[in-house]
Nanobody, 115 residues
Framework: QVQLAESGGGLVQPGGSLRLSCAAS????????MGWYRQAPGKQRELIAV???????NYADSVKGRFTLSRDNAKNTVSLQMNSLKPEDTAVYFCNYNRLGTMYWGQGTQVTVSS
């Protein structure tokens, strides 16, 4: 089992920045991906950023150039730096751990971008 503890999120004005962090604990293997999904009201959950254990990242087009995902393998943590936030970034953000198709989820943290 893997447990994911998220932190960060909150209310920010358009153009502002936030940082989300996620720490994995439990039975952690050396090869896995971690990342963040988000779900806005009335919409499906979507992948926004993922990073492999080797450090390779992939971003949704909607966040490319604005969001940066980083990883600390020694601490089993990932951090999502979100810059130039827009109202359409408002959603519940979920941390994800994926090992060979077995997924674990964090409880979700609310990000609201509003003036």
């Amino acid at each position: 089992q893997v447990q994911l503890a998220e932190s960060g999120g909150g209310l920010v004005q358009p153009g502002g920045s936030l940082r989300l962090s996620c720490a994995a604990s439990g039975t952690i293997f050396s090869i896995y991906t971690m990342g963040w999904y988000r779900q806005a009201p009335g919409k499906q959950r979507e992948l926004i950023a993922v990073i492999t254990s080797g450090g390779r990242t992939n971003y949704a087009d909607s966040v490319k150039g604005r969001f940066t995902l980083s990883r600390d393998n020694a601490k089993n943590t990932v951090s999502l730096q979100m810059n130039s936030l827009k109202p359409e970034d408002t959603a519940v953000y979920f941390c994800n751990y994926n090992r060979l198709g077995t997924m674990y989820w964090g409880q979700g943290t609310q990000v609201t971008v509003s003036s």
